[in-house]
């Protein structure tokens, strides 16, 4: 099977294996979903599957990527594996393979693919495509080693391998091909599509409600039954993102890609299970947006932080960064060997029938989080950038923190609080802890560049004189973006030069661990594997995401402008 097949079935398994079925009397703009038998965990309808094929095909992206040794390694793990035997058990099932040209072959233009199974692969497709081409793919010429069957008035054709029991079915019904790894899914789709009266996948709660909060159809659309996708094992072991907590709130969800010029964009809707009250702050996390400066790197705006997540950011972000668990070591202890005596004198004081007393530790609460605790923060906001020294050797990372609460912030207790957190780690006495005043902030006058500002109920802290200047810049600026509970963007273009950089810097202690002659060569996580994926992705410059929630729904409209 050729590398670029396995990997376009990698993809569509990814997406989620889904289309549907098709009337040779249907008009090609009308919807397929009263053709698609129920029951499916996955329904993705294309405008014009062809197209959307034959752009892959052409994307630099792909030869990139096909091309690089990350692929190559790719190409040994359990999930390329699985979907390589997939494809081996369709081509003894069919009596051929599903090479690029045979999906050339029948990619249509209107098209359905619903996915039943995600470990078998039992999906159903359908595609506008003229009897004249459906005629000439390989389906149709191969018919003969097929047993013939009819549903619907409509002859259809199904191959068995005894050894597997792997099936695969396909009926040219009109201007419609159909194609099926299951007998039953052809059958009830030519049955539909004659007119006969049976459960859809339009009957079934989760599709409706997913439809129902879904605004016009984009060039490609995507449905989920969350209450099947998300429990199945394969899911839950291949799902890169690990948030399967977070996903078993919601019962359904629908995604339309929507394809312009240089912008993609997909409009998601994810339907919860109960109703949830809609979270506070939304126009006030939006409106933090407006701080952000120009050419920032990554930013987050959120709506309703609490006063742990808030502390975190600025402790991990600001104050100490550098502090964490000690990393465990990977030398054995050493073994002191005596003369073989296992006591002293000294411990036949000491009692052997009641436990020890241990004294209790007293655990302080910063000034920082009683001041955080006892104020109503509304909205956050963060800020990250990166830049070189000027040797252009190291890479910095700048951040800024933006909390905006309820009242105005005491000015004197938030730089009291401040100091009192750094000063436990920078000095025992009290050098490099005092405030100096800016123009519009007040900065340590010591080697830590933290920055703090406070304008009413907006309290800005940063290790950055910088890009606080540019946040405060900004303050008398109209927000551009409606009320969300989350806004969020990336400059790709801006970072992925010095992710580069700094992932080659982290990754070096292990580049040549392992890499000896002869050796197979494995790529480094972060300088090697994570850094191709951004090179591949070189032509895309920035990606946000806006987040809005009420007492049902979930919306996300996630944007990818691409320079080229």
């Given at each position: 099977?050729?590398?670029?097949t396995?990997?376009?079935?990698?993809?569509?398994?990814c997406?989620?294996?889904?289309?549907a079925a098709?009337q040779?009397?249907l008009?090609?703009?009308?919807?397929?979903?009263?053709?698609v038998?129920a029951?499916?965990?996955?329904y993705?309808?294309a405008?014009?599957?062809?197209?959307?094929?034959?752009d892959w095909?052409?994307?630099?992206?792909?030869?990139?990527?096909?091309?690089?040794?990350?692929?190559?390694?790719?190409?040994r793990?359990?999930l390329f594996?699985?979907?390589?035997?997939?494809?081996?058990?369709?081509?003894?099932?069919?009596?051929f393979?599903?090479?690029?040209?045979?999906?050339t072959?029948?990619g249509?233009?209107?098209s359905?693919?619903?996915?039943?199974?995600?470990g078998?692969?039992?999906?159903?497709?359908?595609?506008h495509?003229?009897?004249?081409?459906?005629?000439?793919?390989?389906?149709?010429?191969?018919?003969?080693?097929?047993e013939?069957?009819?549903?619907?008035g409509?002859d259809?054709?199904?191959?068995?391998?005894?050894?597997?029991?792997?099936?695969?079915?396909?009926?040219?019904?009109?201007?419609?091909?159909?194609?099926?790894?299951?007998?039953?899914l052809?059958?009830?789709?030519l049955?539909?599509?004659?007119?006969n009266?049976?459960?859809?996948?339009?009957?079934?709660?989760?599709?409706?409600?997913?439809?129902?909060?879904a605004g016009?159809?984009?060039?490609?659309?995507?449905?989920?039954n969350?209450?099947k996708?998300?429990?199945?094992?394969?899911?839950?072991?291949?799902w890169?993102q690990q948030?399967?907590?977070?996903?078993?709130q919601?019962?359904a969800?629908?995604?339309?890609?929507?394809?312009?010029?240089?912008?993609?964009?997909?409009?998601?809707?994810?339907?919860?299970?109960a109703e949830?009250e809609a979270?506070a702050?939304?126009?006030e996390?939006?409106?933090?947006?407006?701080?952000?400066?120009?050419?920032?790197?990554?930013?987050?705006?959120k709506?309703?932080?609490?006063?742990?997540?808030?502390?975190?950011?600025?402790?991990t972000?600001?104050?100490?960064?550098h502090?964490?668990?000690a990393?465990?070591?990977?030398?054995?202890?050493?073994v002191?060997?005596?003369?073989?005596?296992?006591?002293?004198?000294?411990?036949?004081?000491?009692?052997?029938?009641?436990?020890?007393?241990?004294?209790?530790?007293?655990q302080?609460?910063s000034?920082?989080?009683?001041?955080?605790?006892?104020?109503q923060?509304v909205?956050?906001?963060?800020?990250?950038?990166?830049?070189?020294?000027?040797?252009?050797?190291?890479?910095?990372?700048?951040?800024?923190?933006?909390?905006?609460?309820?009242?105005n912030?005491?000015?004197?207790?938030?730089?009291?609080?401040?100091?009192?957190?750094?000063?436990?780690v920078?000095?025992t006495?009290?050098?490099?802890?005092?405030?100096?005043?800016?123009?519009?902030?007040?900065?340590?006058?010591?080697?830590?560049?933290?920055?703090?500002s406070?304008?009413?109920?907006?309290?800005?802290?940063?290790?950055?004189?910088?890009m606080?200047?540019?946040?405060l810049?900004n303050?008398?600026?109209?927000?551009?973006?409606?009320?969300a509970v989350?806004v969020?963007?990336?400059?790709?273009?801006?970072?992925?030069?010095n992710?580069?950089?700094?992932?080659?810097?982290?990754?070096?202690?292990?580049?040549?661990?392992?890499?000896?002659?002869?050796?197979?060569?494995?790529?480094q996580?972060?300088?090697?594997?994570?850094?191709?994926l951004?090179?591949?992705?070189?032509?895309?410059?920035?990606?946000?995401?806006?987040?809005?929630?009420?007492?049902g729904?979930?919306?996300?409209?996630?944007?990818?402008?691409w320079?080229?």
């Amino acid at each position: 099977m050729k590398l670029a097949t396995i990997l376009l079935l990698a993809a569509m398994v990814c997406v989620g294996l889904g289309w549907a079925a098709y009337q040779n009397t249907l008009s090609p703009e009308k919807s397929l979903s009263p053709y698609v038998p129920a029951g499916p965990l996955l329904y993705l309808e294309a405008k014009d599957f062809g197209v959307l094929l034959k752009d892959w095909n052409a994307f630099p992206q792909k030869r990139q990527w096909v091309a690089s040794d990350n692929y190559e390694v790719f190409s040994r793990s359990r999930l390329f594996l699985r979907v390589r035997g997939a494809g081996d058990q369709f081509a003894t099932a069919a009596g051929f393979p599903p090479s690029m040209d045979f999906l050339t072959q029948i990619g249509g233009t209107h098209s359905v693919l619903a996915l039943y199974d995600i470990g078998n692969l039992q999906f159903l497709y359908i595609t506008h495509l003229p009897s004249a081409k459906s005629m000439e793919s390989v389906l149709w010429q191969t018919r003969s080693k097929f047993e013939p069957r009819n549903a619907g008035g409509v002859d259809f054709y199904v191959r068995r391998d005894p050894e597997s029991q792997k099936e695969v079915a396909f009926a040219v019904s009109g201007e419609y091909l159909l194609l099926a790894t299951r007998e039953d899914l052809i059958a009830g789709a030519l049955q539909l599509m004659a007119g006969n009266k049976a459960n859809t996948v339009e009957s079934e709660a989760w599709w409706a409600q997913s439809v129902a909060a879904a605004g016009s159809i984009g060039d490609l659309r995507m449905v989920l039954n969350m209450e099947k996708v998300v429990p199945s094992p394969y899911f839950r072991t291949y799902w890169i993102q690990q948030n399967i907590t977070d996903l078993k709130q919601y019962s359904a969800a629908v995604s339309d890609l929507f394809r312009s010029g240089k912008q993609y964009r997909e409009e998601r809707a994810l339907i919860r299970k109960a109703e949830a009250e809609a979270p506070a702050g939304a126009s006030e996390a939006a409106d933090l947006v407006r701080l952000v400066p120009a050419g920032a790197g990554m930013y987050v705006a959120k709506a309703s932080p609490s006063s742990d997540a808030c502390l975190d950011l600025v402790q991990t972000k600001l104050l100490t960064p550098h502090l964490g668990p000690a990393p465990v070591s990977k030398i054995a202890p050493d073994v002191q060997l005596g003369s073989g005596e296992t006591g002293s004198g000294s411990d036949l004081e000491t009692r052997i029938d009641q436990a020890e007393v241990k004294q209790p530790t007293v655990q302080t609460v910063s000034a920082l989080k009683q001041l955080l605790d006892k104020t109503q923060i509304v909205a956050s906001l963060q800020v990250q950038s990166t830049d070189r020294d000027k040797a252009g050797v190291f890479v910095r990372i700048h951040s800024a923190i933006a909390l905006a609460a309820t009242a105005n912030w005491d000015e004197a207790s938030v730089r009291t609080a401040l100091i009192e957190l750094v000063r436990r780690v920078l000095t025992t006495v009290q050098l490099g802890v005092g405030w100096h005043q800016k123009s519009g902030y007040q900065q340590l006058d010591g080697l830590w560049p933290v920055v703090v500002s406070v304008h009413g109920k907006y309290m800005l802290v940063a290790d950055d004189p910088s890009m606080m200047e540019a946040m405060l810049a900004n303050l008398n600026r109209k927000s551009e973006v409606a009320a969300a509970v989350l806004v969020a963007g990336f400059n790709h273009q801006h970072e992925r030069d010095n992710f580069v950089r700094f992932s080659g810097v982290v990754d070096r202690p292990n580049k040549f661990q392992g890499n000896y002659p002869g050796a197979e060569h494995q790529p480094q996580f972060f300088s090697e594997n994570i850094a191709s994926l951004s090179s591949t992705l070189a032509g895309v410059s920035a990606e946000n995401v806006i987040v809005r929630a009420d007492t049902g729904k979930v919306t996300q409209t996630v944007t990818y402008e691409w320079t080229q």
